[in-house]
Nanobody
Framework: QVQLEESGGGLVQAGGSLRLSCATS????????MGWFRQAPGKEREFVAG????????DYADFVKGRFTISRDNARSTVYLQMNSLKPEDTAIYSC?????????????????WGQGTQVTVSS
């Protein structure tokens, strides 16, 4: 069983930055593809960014391209999401997820393990 724990959320003004972290348990983190998703009140959970197990490939939702960066540190079993130029519409609970196959799919059903999420609130 893999456990994921997010941190780094909080309240920030529009235009500000936050860095989310997702620490994972287990010794085979380097074999997992990782993704970040978010869910705003009353909305479906949506894909934000993904990174393949090697870290060599990444994918982003159009609405975060150029503003967010996903990265991973396999030695620390941690994946990060650097969020810059935040907008009020980025307000949501952000969750990380792990795919045992090593992929970075855009669909939540492709992921096997999920964290509890961390709240990000962007004020205008």
């Amino acid at each position: 069983q893999v456990q994921l724990e997010e941190s780094g959320g909080g309240l920030v003004q529009a235009g500000g930055s936050l860095r989310l972290s997702c620490a994972t348990s287990g010794r085979i983190f380097s074999s997992y593809g990782m993704g970040w998703f978010r869910q705003a009140p009353g909305k479906e959970r949506e894909f934000v960014a993904g990174i393949a197990r090697s870290g060599g490939s990444t994918d982003y939702a159009d609405f975060v391209k150029g503003r967010f960066t996903i990265s991973r540190d396999n030695a620390r079993s941690t994946v990060y999401l650097q969020m810059n130029s935040l907008k009020p519409e980025d307000t949501a609970i952000y969750s990380c997820a792990a795919d045992r196959r090593g992929y970075m799919g855009r669909h939540r059903d492709e992921y096997d393990y999920w964290g509890q999420g961390t709240q990000v609130t962007v004020s205008s």
